[in-house]
């Protein structure tokens, strides 16, 4: 004997072998675009900003959430000729608000990056001429 039970959002459907015998008479039914839980991408159907897409990383939450949103909602909307380029002053809030919170918005400063390869660049054939050098005199 077959029956459903729904569960929240969910309709559960339990079936007989026999009522797989028969072909489906079942209809799909079209995507909602508005369904909350159907997952989307940063940009849902309507155009929006899908500002729960976990390819934001949780910027669009936290003690800067506001000033990221006031920022990209900025230069997604942007219809300058150089896209983003009336968003500097949203930017800028955000930037200054991060630097607020340095261990939820690490940076690393590009002198501090450039530094960090060329060292591991220098010691690396010095580390390797010393082992040599260590190997051979054993």
Not at 83 to 102: H, I, L, N, T, W
Not at 129 to 136: D, I, M, P
Request: with cysteine; charged share 35%; proline share 7%.
């Amino acid at each position: 004997m077959s029956y459903c039970r729904q569960e929240g959002k969910d309709k559960i459907i339990f079936v007989t072998k026999e009522d797989h015998e028969t072909p489906s008479s079942a209809e799909l039914v079209a995507d909602d675009p508005d369904d909350p839980y159907e997952e989307q991408g940063l940009i849902l159907p309507n155009g929006d900003i899908n500002w729960n897409c976990p390819c934001l990383g949780g910027m669009a939450s936290g003690p800067c959430g506001e000033q990221f949103k006031s920022a990209f909602s900025c230069f997604h909307y942007s219809t300058e000729e150089i896209k983003g380029s009336d968003c500097v002053d949203q930017f800028r809030a955000m930037q200054e608000c991060m630097q607020k919170y340095p261990d939820l918005y690490p940076q690393e400063d590009e002198n501090e990056e450039k530094e960090k390869s060329s060292k591991d660049l220098e010691d690396t054939p010095v580390e390797a001429s010393v082992a040599k050098e260590e190997k051979g005199s054993s």
